[in-house]
């Protein structure tokens, strides 16, 4: 059993009762240069036992700094963060730093040797003790991650989505009860990465391993996560199931970042029908049209995105996206009339 109490390395910690498996309060990161950068900025967050958290947001949003600040690579400047109510332990406390119960994949394969086969990169994080137990345990974990026709294989010679593959059975091995993923799919290809992330989530469910991970594509998340954390220039602005904080979304940023959402001001907003004193979402999918050649609106723009083509229609001062499902033969230059089922009001 991994050591989940910080008591070996923090001796005047005591442990925190009724929070979730990983809490942090008050966290901030700053990092000393020339000038101070605020990488993450007064965060509040929980995380569930046996669910995947996926931190979502733009690229210098501080997402990365958190995974290693929960993983202890990092030392809050200020707040803290519990692991099962203790604290964890940083690099001011181990020697090693990274917590015991927790494994991180990192971007890039950095902790993989490239030259060796793929069993022994898996196989070497288990002691000599027992060899049949290591080859089984090897086995096992190779079958897991679906790459047993790759062991004999050299690591360099893997695409992307293999050596991904690689890396996560690596970290799994050990049987950490927190797996923490940086940008895990960067490097897979499309078409690959739906199956690996179902593999992750059939891991998740099987053996109740809770997983973090880091993205900035909502479109890997959406499906796979349970819950999301959404980060926008150093701080969280939300926390929530996918399917809410896509619906309901209490901020523009995670309307945009999530559905691609229209964001308009008032005066936006009432050129389309809508009387607001607030800011507004128009989700893309809510938006629709029929050709009429008395029509307000016009296309402006028709852009092929595959099974769906996306429009952009305007009265010739402001713009509104939307979805055009299944695709039709309106052209660029048509009139239109538009009609907005529903709409989200911003309190901010």
């Known amino acids: 059993m991994a050591q989940t109490s910080s ?55 501080g997402k ?21 109510g203790w604290l964890v332990p940083t690099r001011k406390d181990k020697l090693i730093p990274g917590h015991d ?22 196989a070497s994080q288990l002691p000599n003790t027992n060899l049949s137990l290591k080859q089984s345990k090897t086995q096992e974990t190779l079958e897991r991650l679906k790459i047993a026709h790759l062991a004999q294989q050299r690591v360099a010679d893997l695409s992307g989505g293999e050596k991904q ?16 993923m940086d940008e895990p799919f960067n490097q897979v290809d499309a078409a690959f990465r739906d199956a690996l992330q179902q593999d992750i989530r059939n891991i998740v469910t099987e053996t109740g391993l809770t997983a973090i991970l880091v993205s900035h594509d909502p479109a890997e998340v959406l499906a796979m996560a349970d819950e999301l954390i959404v980060m926008k220039q150093a701080q969280i602005i939300e926390q929530g199931k996918p399917d809410t904080l896509y619906y309901m979304p209490q901020h523009p940023y995670t309307a945009q970042l999530l559905a691609k959402s229209n964001i308009l001001n008032p005066k936006q907003a009432s050129a389309f029908g809508i009387s607001t004193t607030n800011t507004i979402a128009i989700h893309q999918e809510d938006i629709h049209y029929t050709i009429a050649p008395q029509g307000k609106f016009w296309v402006k723009e028709i852009l092929f995105r595959g099974f769906y083509k996306e429009l952009i229609i305007t009265d010739g001062e402001n713009l509104l996206h939307t979805i055009m499902h299944p695709i039709t033969n309106i052209q660029r230059h048509d009139k239109v009339n538009l009609r907005i089922e529903k709409h989200i009001v911003f309190n901010q």
């Open 7 to 61: 008591c070996q390395y923090i001796p005047t910690d005591t442990q925190k009762s009724g929070i979730p498996l990983i809490h942090g309060e008050d966290v901030s990161h700053i990092f000393e240069a020339k000038q101070e950068v605020i990488a993450v900025k007064q965060a509040n967050f929980a995380m569930e036992e046996g669910k995947i958290t996926a931190i979502i947001g733009e690229s210098g949003s």
């Open 64 to 84: 990365s700094t958190l995974l290693k600040l929960i993983y202890g690579l990092l030392e809050p400047s200020t707040g803290e963060i519990r692991y099962r």
């Open 101 to 122: 119960a927790m494994k991180l994949v990192s971007q890039g394969f950095d902790d993989l040797n490239l030259y060796a086969k793929v069993w022994d990169n898996i």
């Open 165 to 180: 593959r690689v890396a996560i059975a690596r970290a799994l091995i050990n049987e950490p009860e927190v797996l923490l």
